[in-house]
C-alpha cells in the first residue's frame, strides 16, 4: 500500500507541476499548476507588494470560468467569465472605493450592446452602445451632477467621443471610423 502512495504522489508531482513566478523584488507574482506545458486548474495573481490581484481557472492553458480582479486595496476591480480564453457573458468593473464603474457585456471576447460607465460617486458617465467589437453610437454623457454633457458626434461607428472628468472638463475627444478607434 505504501509504495502505490508513493508511486501516486511521483506521479501527481511529475503531471501536474505547481509553477510559480517572482517579481524583482521577490514577492511572487503568479502560481498555479502546469500539466502538458498548460496551464491548468486555479491561478493566482499578486501584486508587487505581495496583495491578491486576482485569478481564475484555465482549462487546457485557456482561462475559463470566472475569473476575479481586486484592486490592491483589496476592493473588488472586475469580474466576469471567460470561455476557450475569450471574454463572454457580463463583466461588471469597480472603483477602488466599491462603487461600480462600468457594466457590459462581450460574446468572444467582443463587447456587444449597451455599455455603462459610472463616475466614482456612483452617477452615471455615459452610456455606450457597441455591436461585434466595434462602438457603435454615444447614448449619453454626464458630468458628476448628473448634468448633460456634449456626447460628440459618433452615430453608426463614425464620429467623434468626448470623454470628461467628474466636473465636466473635457479631457480627450476620440476619432473612431467604422467602429474602430482612429486618435
Do not use: A
Not at 509504495?3 to 506521479?11: D, H, M, P, T, V
Not at 463572454?88 to 469597480?94: Q, R, V
Not at 467582443?110 to 458617465?125: A, E, M, S, V
Not at 467628474?166 to 480627450?172: D, K
Request: hydrophobic share 25%; with cysteine; net charge positive.
Amino acid at each position: 500500500m505504501k509504495q502505490i502512495f508513493s508511486y501516486l504522489l511521483i506521479l501527481s508531482i511529475i503531471s501536474c507541476n505547481i509553477n510559480k513566478e517572482y517579481y524583482e523584488n521577490g514577492k511572487i507574482e503568479k502560481k498555479g499548476k502546469i500539466s502538458n506545458e498548460k496551464k491548468v486548474g486555479e491561478w493566482k495573481y499578486y501584486y508587487p507588494s505581495g496583495k491578491y490581484q486576482g485569478g481564475g481557472k484555465y482549462l487546457n492553458g485557456k482561462r475559463d470560468g470566472e475569473w476575479k480582479w481586486f484592486h490592491e486595496n483589496g476592493k473588488l476591480h472586475q469580474i466576469g467569465q471567460f470561455s476557450e480564453d475569450e471574454q463572454t457573458g457580463e463583466w461588471s468593473f469597480f472603483h477602488p472605493n466599491g462603487k461600480r464603474q462600468g457594466i457590459g457585456k462581450l460574446i468572444d471576447g467582443n463587447r456587444i450592446g449597451i455599455w455603462k460607465w459610472y463616475f466614482d460617486n456612483g452617477q452615471i458617465q455615459t452610456e455606450r452602445k457597441w455591436s461585434d467589437g466595434k462602438l457603435i453610437e454615444i447614448l449619453s454623457c454626464f458630468d458628476g451632477n448628473g448634468n448633460k454633457l456634449d456626447k460628440g458626434t459618433l452615430r453608426d461607428g463614425n464620429g467623434t467621443m468626448k470623454i470628461y472628468d467628474i466636473e465636466g472638463n473635457l479631457l480627450e475627444t476620440y476619432l473612431y471610423e467604422n467602429g474602430e478607434f482612429k486618435k
